[in-house]
């Protein structure tokens, strides 16, 4: 079972940058694809990344597409970032990171993603 936690949450201004961190412990991400959700009150689970696959590129929301980049720690297979990029106050959520199985690669449902990590809060102010 991999463990996860996520850094790097906070308060920016709309515009801003932020830089989530996931650290996995136990197994680590090489075998597993780590994505990340999101989530606002009393909203459901939303998608927002997922690592790319053999030949297949990372999958992104339409919602962040563009603005958002998920990448590895290539000198460390237990890190794995989300970078978001022109803020904006609809950011302003938790945001978890989570695993899935390479067979469930392309999938963009929650219930797919077996571990998770507590969530970081990201809070974006105009």
């Known amino acids: ?17 932020v830089r989530l961190s996931c650290v996995a412990s136990g ?7 780590p ?5 606002a009150p009393g909203k459901e689970r939303e998608f927002v990344a997922v690592v790319g696959w053999r030949d297949a590129s990372p999958l992104y929301a339409d919602s ?9 720690d290539d000198a460390n297979d237990t890190v794995v970032y989300l970078q978001m990029n022109n803020l904006n106050p609809e950011d302003t959520v938790l945001y978890y990171c ?19 990590g507590q969530g970081t809060l990201v809070t974006v102010s105009t």
Do not use: C, H, N
Request: glycine share 12%; hydrophobic share 35%.
């Open 35 to 39: 994505g990340w959700f999101r989530q």
């Open 1 to 17: 079972q991999v463990r996860l936690v996520e850094f790097g949450g906070g308060f920016v201004q709309a515009g801003d940058s």
């Open 27 to 33: 197994r680590i991400f090489s075998d597993s694809l």
């Open 98 to 116: 989570a695993t899935t199985s390479f067979s469930q690669f392309g999938s963009r449902s929650s219930r797919d993603f077996a571990s998770w």
């Open 64 to 72: 962040v597409k563009g603005r958002f980049t998920i990448y590895r």
